[in-house]
T-cell receptor, first 113, second 112 residues
Framework: DVKVTQSSRYLVKRTGEKVFLECVQD?????MFWYRQDPGLGLRLIYF???????EKGDIPEGYSVSREKKERFSLILESASTNQTSMYLC????????????FGPGTRLTVL | RKEVEQDPGPFNVPEGATVAFNCTYS??????FFWYRQDCRKEPKLLMS???SGNEDGRFTAQLNRASQYISLLIRDSKLSDSATYLC?????????????FGTGTQLKVEL
């Protein structure tokens, strides 16, 4: 059974803190993705990765960075958290190819105070 | 214009009703199309892919019209358990690989 896990379901941080969101998949998938989901805006792609140590900017990369040191793990980093980064963060993975299903983790609800 | 547009709803329908959702996309280079389902406070999950010839999975039928850049999802004999948000998703293959663009979703509430 496919599984994508995220390190926290809920997280509260203060403005200016450095925040790490971790995602792990056990399906040996090549591709991993980070999205944020906000009411009225839907899911927006922040960063994605097609291979270890490889990263590509998505639609809204500003204020974020990522790290993929191992195939199964993809980390999202908020260098200096701001209140407008309060959101639901969803990680996903896929095997690759134009028609591949993306499997999502349960999400991390981040609140920045 | 948004890349993928959906009517946000909510659609409130009685159990047993037939309901249809529509979606339009702006990028004519889009190659793959999907419907995902997202339950309240849960992650999105693939409901079905959408093929040019149209496809059916039980009570669910998906249609694609490439000329009009339009996708639809029909749910027959609605169940209470169908209550969820339905996300129209379009895949565009870029130089770096595939990228999914999600609509904001259409909320369905099936009532007794």
């Amino acid at each position: 059974d496919v599984k994508v896990t995220q390190s926290s379901r809920y997280l509260v941080k203060r403005t200016g803190e450095k925040v790490f969101l971790e995602c792990v998949q056990d399906m040996d998938h090549e591709n991993m993705f980070w999205y944020r989901q906000d009411p009225g805006l839907g899911l927006r792609l922040i960063y994605f990765s097609y291979d270890v140590k490889m990263k590509e900017k998505g639609d809204i990369p500003e204020g974020y960075s990522v790290s993929r040191e191992k195939k199964e793990r993809f980390s999202l980093i908020l260098e200096s958290a701001s209140t407008n980064q309060t959101s639901m963060y969803l990680c996903a993975s896929s095997a690759g190819g134009a028609t591949d299903t993306q499997y999502f983790g349960p999400g991390t609800r981040l609140t920045v105070l | 214009r948004k890349e993928v547009e959906q009517d946000p709803g909510p659609f409130n329908v009685p159990e047993g009703a037939t309901v249809a959702f529509n979606c339009t996309y702006s990028n004519s280079a889009s190659q793959s199309f999907f419907w995902y389902r997202q339950d309240c406070r849960k992650e999105p999950k693939l409901l079905m892919s959408v093929y040019s010839s149209g496809n059916e999975d039980g009570r669910f039928t998906a249609q694609l019209n490439r000329a009009s850049q339009y996708i639809s999802l029909l749910i027959r004999d609605s169940k209470l358990s169908d209550s969820a948000t339905y996300l129209c998703v379009v895949n565009v293959v870029t130089g770096g690989g595939n990228k999914l663009t999600f609509g904001t979703g259409t909320q369905l509430k099936v009532e007794l």
